[in-house]
């Protein structure tokens, strides 16, 4: 399992696909085993994780697993004890509850790099941060949770997955390091990385295991897959048409045939 961090600068999209408009990840990261897991929007800056692992980005994404990501987020105004206590418990979005959040509110801290272009001033307006952690991964989801409670993001940087710690990394935006996964314990759970299955598989638990479905007739036999076709079948075989008896013969001529004039 190879693992990549990237502190992703502002206004860089989380792709590798080239973009005419905006950097992108590929302009950091040459590696075409790697893909991004746990994505952020071309306005936020952070730590993004990109790996070879292909279950590894449902494992942290999924809220069951408790994979907590934390951000320090500046927000338009000086955020209240009341305001915190909401995105504690959980705030009511358009598309439904948020689970309860990690929420505290923190100094500016020294290490916070200068943004380009610069967060919008207002003298008369004030600016707080906030630490906050959760463990969904809905679009936008800490931007829309701190203005449902009054306070709209101004920043946003992602300093954590679980253990994986930014600041501890020492990357400025736009640098890179592998890191060993054996060195962190959020992997010691991570499933092992399963090959494709078609949906002729079974998937529900309990079932064969991710062996092919085999039917079988009463004496044991297995019965053959697949239904024959009509033009696969004897005459006996083909299904007969069943009327009541008062069925007319068909008289008329195929249409596009017997027709003239057109």
């Known amino acids: 399992m190879k693992i990549v961090i990237l502190n992703k600068p502002y206004d860089v ?3 590798f696909r080239k973009d005419e408009a905006h950097m992108t ?7 075409p085993t790697l893909r991004i897991a746990g994505r952020l929007d071309m306005d936020s800056e952070g730590l993004v994780f ?6 590894l980005n449902q494992f942290i994404t999924n ?26 418990k959980g705030v009511e979005l358009n598309d439904g ?3 309860p959040a990690k929420a505290i509110k923190v100094s500016e801290p020294e290490w916070v790099w200068d943004r380009d272009p610069p967060v919008r001033y207002r003298a008369n307006i004030p600016t707080s941060w906030i630490e906050i952690s959760i463990c969904e991964g809905r679009n936008r989801q800490v ?12 920043r946003l940087i992602r300093t954590k997955i679980g253990s994986i710690d930014l ?11 592998e890191i060993e996964p054996l060195l962190y314990p959020d992997f010691k759970d991570v499933p092992a990385e399963q090959p494709y299955r078609s949906r002729s598989y079974v998937k529900k638990p309990g079932g064969t295991g991710g062996k092919p479905m085999v039917r079988k007739n009463k004496d044991g036999s297995v019965k053959k897959s697949g239904t024959k076709r009509i033009w696969q079948m004897d ?7 069943k009327t009541n008896g008062t069925t007319r013969p068909n008289t008329k001529a195929p249409r596009g045939r017997g027709r003239s004039g057109r």
């Open 63 to 88: 809220p069951a697993n408790k994979k907590y990501k934390t951000y320090l987020v500046q927000v338009d105004g000086d955020v209240t004890e009341e305001a915190l206590e909401q995105l504690r």
């Open 13 to 15: 999209l989380s792709q």
């Open 25 to 31: 990840v590929s302009d950091f990261i040459d590696d």
């Open 235 to 241: 005459e006996s075989e083909k299904p007969r048409r």
């Open 167 to 177: 600041v501890q990394l020492g990357l400025e935006p736009g640098e890179t390091k």
């Open 97 to 99: 509850m948020t689970l």
């Open 143 to 154: 931007r829309r949770m701190t203005s449902a409670v009054g306070f709209p993001t101004l």
């Open 50 to 55: 990109l790996t070879d692992h292909g279950g």
